[in-house]
């Protein structure tokens, strides 16, 4: 079974197409997807945005983290969101994951 960071790393590479290796830091992959994101908000602005979309990124939480950080780097406040989202995704999965071995044979379907 994955760790977090290894299924972070997966799903950053199939959305982003970023090309994380599994040793990656944190601050590696938030600095890299950062950079990736500034590259889509310059050259593909309509990707970023189904991407966000797709990946259920909050738009209110982002329009307000923008607002407030108005001279902060647009890049790093998406790439955290977007972390920070994943990490949610990663973790309510593992929540609802189950070891059948541990059900009572009556039980299972």
Known sequence: MMDEKQELIQRLNADFMTGFQDDADMDELHARLSACINDLIVHNFSKLINLLYRLDVSEKKLQQWLLENTTADAGRIIATL????????????????????????????
Do not use: A, Y
């Open 82 to 109: 977007v972390i920070e989202r994943q990490l949610q995704k990663i973790k309510s999965r593992s929540g609802f994951q189950r070891n059948d071995g541990d059900i009572d044979e009556n039980e299972l379907w």
